[in-house]
């Protein structure tokens, strides 16, 4: 399956979420393989991130944290875009409502997010 890295950004809470539901063994077992997949792409992208915070941000010199500073935000997010647009293939073949076990309590929010891993139609 083909997803892009903010795909993945964006679902990652909703996938820690589904994985605390309680889910029909097999369904649970393709999801954990999923959250591994995404979990190295999310810490790649993390690394990639850091560097265009220090590429576009200043140190506070007290806490030692980097932000981004306010007149760099749009060249920060310019640089980022692309970055979130990368598409990358997982190991994954995407699951229907019939993985999912009838009394599946799930946000709507987390469905929208869960979009490109799960077809609830």
């Known amino acids: ?10 679902a990652e809470s909703a996938l820690g ?6 889910l029909p063994i097999q369904t ?7 959250i ?8 790649d992208l993390e690394d990639h991130r850091k560097r265009l915070v220090e590429k576009f941000g200043t140190t506070d010199p007290d806490t030692g944290i980097t932000t981004v500073t306010e007149e ?13 647009e990368t598409e990358v293939t997982l190991n994954f073949d995407k699951l229907g409502a019939k993985d999912l076990p009838e009394s599946f ?17």
């Open 72 to 84: 760099n935000i749009p060249l920060f997010s310019e640089a980022l875009r692309p970055l979130l």
């Open 17 to 22: 979420n589904l994985s605390n539901q309680a």
């Open 1 to 10: 399956m083909k997803v892009t890295l903010g795909q993945i950004k964006g």
């Open 28 to 34: 649970a077992y393709k999801i954990s393989r999923l």
């Open 105 to 121: 309590n799930i946000s709507s929010s987390d469905i929208l997010q869960l979009e490109p891993f799960i077809d609830f139609v």
């Open 36 to 43: 591994k997949q995404v979990i190295s792409e999310i810490s």
